[in-house]
T-cell receptor, first 113, second 113 residues
């Protein structure tokens, strides 16, 4: 079945470090891919998305490229800030009679000043 | 800009008690969803409603029922709560289409003792 696998956390970085969170997926058909972010005590909110192969999603300095050949959608940021500390979820959405979104387990990021 | 509103924010139940979690969205979205979030497991879909008048089971529907009351409202009912249902519950909504992102409420933290 359809699934999303992302790197386990927590990931701890110093401010201004480079961030990569790996995400791979398994899906039938052509899914849309998403990264969501969750801050403490809140629901998830969309960070970025890509809807077809080779698309690059970007927002707030974060980027991810839809790689069909490697079934990956890795999240990157060149210089993290303390305010980026949160839990990040990779997700895919497929049309299976209804548009269901499947999430990875989440990766917690801590950024130290 | 209310978005997706969930009530209550916190609830403690005893085993066997029942309760209904309420969710309303003001974005005129067709699709609505209930997820549960457990540590290390990401979000798992309980039920969803692709459009007004329809509901379908997700990954973990046992022990739950739902009602799509109208286009705005989608409620989740626990008929006889069990400790295994201790979790954080999120309601979400989206437009039609796999490329449409989910919009989440801030969650209900439920503890069953």
């Amino acid at each position: 079945g359809d699934s999303v696998t992302q790197m386990e956390g927590p990931v701890t970085l110093s401010e201004e470090a480079f961030l990569t969170i790996n995400c791979t997926y398994t899906a039938t058909g052509y899914p849309s891919l998403f990264w969501y972010v969750q801050y403490p005590g809140e629901g998830l909110q969309l960070l970025l998305k890509a809807t077809k192969a080779d698309d690059k999603g970007s927002n707030k300095g974060f980027e991810a490229t839809y790689r069909k050949e490697t079934t990956s959608f890795h999240l990157e940021k060149g210089s993290v800030q303390v305010s980026d500390s949160a839990v990040y979820f990779c997700a895919l959405s497929v049309n299976t009679g209804g548009f269901k979104t499947i999430f990875g387990a989440g990766t917690r990021l801590f950024v130290k000043a | 800009n209310a978005g997706v509103t969930q009530t209550p924010k916190f609830q403690v139940l005893k085993t066997g008690q029942s309760m209904t979690l309420q969710c309303a969205q003001d974005m005129n979205h067709n699709s609505m969803y209930w997820y549960r979030q457990d540590p290390g497991m990401g979000l798992r879909l309980i039920y969803y409603s692709a459009s007004e008048g329809t509901t379908d089971k997700g990954e973990v529907p046992n022990g739950y029922n739902v009602s799509r009351l109208n286009k705005r409202e989608f409620s989740l009912r626990l008929e006889s709560a069990a400790p295994s249902q201790t979790s954080v519950y999120f309601c979400a909504s989206s437009d039609r289409g796999a490329s449409s992102p989910l919009h989440f409420g801030n969650g209900t933290r439920l503890t069953v003792t």
